[in-house]
């Protein structure tokens, strides 16, 4: 998706219906800043958004998607590649998202090794000793936390059984048995148990 071009088109579009920044922002419920973001180009709606916005102005949200107004004939074409765009789109976030549950599993557990290595083996006081630990488990549990929910909304878990693609939920996660990212839980299609790796799409 070309931003700058979907955001010269939101504010083409905006200004046709006589809509100042502030006014359009107040009909979405978001800040005038926010309409200001999407018109340069350095952002784009959030999907529950995108309808509204797409009524507010009078468009589909494919000529939305497309920064410009599609005839009959370009409107399918122009679909099939937003989709594919949309697609390629998601596939990005959801590998960046799960390089960073590595690096933020990493960093971590390395903070909270040097912690207990520091409170274990350096002279200190007592209750010194203590605090590194409580903040090293603290820290620890948070991450842990963290990594768990990436785990969770980054990509699928298939079964193994019907192949059904499910997202689950976040005590399933924290729970199930893993090696990795491929975890033992039971499907929510099929009912049956199996070790379901992690995929993209």
Known sequence: MDLQKIGA???EQRKEKNLTQAQLGEKLKVSEK????????????DAGLLLSLCEVLGVSANELLSGQKLNKIEYKEQAESNLVDMQSALEKSTKFALTLEIVLGYMTSITFFILIFVSS????????????????????MIGVGF??????????????????????????VLWS????????????KCGKKSWQHKVIK
């Open 9 to 11: 088109f939101i504010k």
């Open 34 to 45: 926010a309409i200001s973001k999407w018109e340069c180009g350095n952002g784009f709606p």
């Open 121 to 140: 083996f350096v002279e200190m006081a007592d209750w010194l000793r203590i605090v590194l630990i409580v903040v090293g488990l603290i820290h620890f």
């Open 147 to 172: 990594c768990i929910l990436i785990e969770k909304d980054a990509g699928f878990y298939e079964c193994k059984h019907c192949h059904n693609k499910h997202i689950p939920t976040y005590r399933q």
């Open 177 to 188: 048995m893993h090696v990795n990212r491929t975890r033992y839980m039971k499907c929510p």
